[in-house]
């Protein structure tokens, strides 16, 4: 049997860690899991999209990468027509959906330019 490799944690480097908590808890509609503070200079924020085994973690003392440098990232959702009237009527400036043969996409940025796409998979 082949090991097995879930994806269970992404980081994303932000530079405001309570604007992105806000955005993705409260716009979004992200899960908070945990927000701890490790020691001075270590800030550990899990959130976990609704019905995702994948979390996300913001915070201080993380990552070097640079705030806003992460792109493509991914979720699904059952409707893309609904995912995009969630994340407009919250706020976020959503792309309008669009319809390609793999799918129907809508996306948006967090306030630090870090970019998701929200796709709606086609009928197989």
């Known amino acids: 049997?082949?090991?097995?490799?879930?994806?269970?944690?992404?980081?994303?480097?932000?530079?405001?860690?309570?604007?992105?908590?806000?955005?993705?808890?409260?716009?979004?509609?992200?899960?908070?899991?945990?927000?701890?503070?490790?020691?001075?200079?270590?800030?550990?924020?899990?959130?976990?999209?609704?019905?995702?085994a994948c979390s996300i973690a913001i915070g201080e003392g993380l990552t070097d990468a640079a705030p806003g440098s992460v792109k493509g990232l991914q979720v699904v959702v059952d409707d893309a027509d609904e995912a995009y009237a969630h994340l407009v009527e919250h706020g976020v400036d959503a792309a309008p959906v669009q319809d390609l043969a793999w799918g129907r996409f809508t996306g948006f940025s967090d306030p630090d330019g870090n970019a998701w796409s929200v796709q709606q998979l086609p009928v197989r």
Do not use: N
């Open 1 to 52: 049997m082949p090991v097995e490799f879930r994806l269970e944690l992404v980081i994303v480097p932000v530079s405001d860690v309570d604007r992105a908590k806000e955005f993705y808890a409260d716009r979004v509609g992200f899960v908070v899991d945990h927000d701890q503070r490790v020691q001075e200079g270590l800030r550990f924020v899990q959130l976990t999209p609704p019905g995702s």
